[in-house]
Nanobody, 120 residues
Framework: QVQLVQSGGGLVQTGGSLRLSCAASGRSADTISKGWFRQAPGKEREFVAVISGSGTITYITDSMRGRFAISEDGAKNTVYLEMNTLKPEDTAVYYC?????????????WGQGTQVTVSS
């Protein structure tokens, strides 16, 4: 019912910024919540941020609050993750997802993932 296609990602230096995009399509694309997760090799998938289906409520995990922000362009059904003051420990594959809140198991839909690498 929902397809999520990610873009963005890449290589950035410590202290730099990057914006990830997630374009949603399908019957429920404009009504479900949309979140961001990340996963580094050997580590568990980690919650980053989520925006409610209405676009009115956002939540960012404590460790990234102040550096990362989530937003949505309703006309394009596209969700963004703005990442600032990036650190090497932010290096991971970043995934967008739909239909949950702060836990990965809650989500039904997932994007393909995109690599973010922060160099020292």
């Amino acid at each position: 019912q929902v397809q999520l296609v990610q873009s963005g990602g890449g290589l950035v230096q410590t202290g730099g910024s990057l914006r990830l995009s997630c374009a949603a399509s399908g019957r429920s694309a404009d009504t479900i919540s949309k979140g961001w997760f990340r996963q580094a090799p050997g580590k568990e998938r980690e919650f980053v941020a989520v925006i409610s289906g209405s676009g009115t409520i956002t939540y960012i995990t404590d460790s990234m609050r102040g550096r990362f922000a989530i937003s949505e362009d309703g006309a394009k059904n596209t969700v963004y993750l703005e990442m600032n003051t990036l650190k090497p420990e932010d290096t991971a594959v970043y995934y967008c997802a739909g239909g949950g809140w702060t836990s990965a198991h809650e989500y039904q839909y997932w994007g393909q993932g995109t690599q973010v690498t922060v160099s020292s």
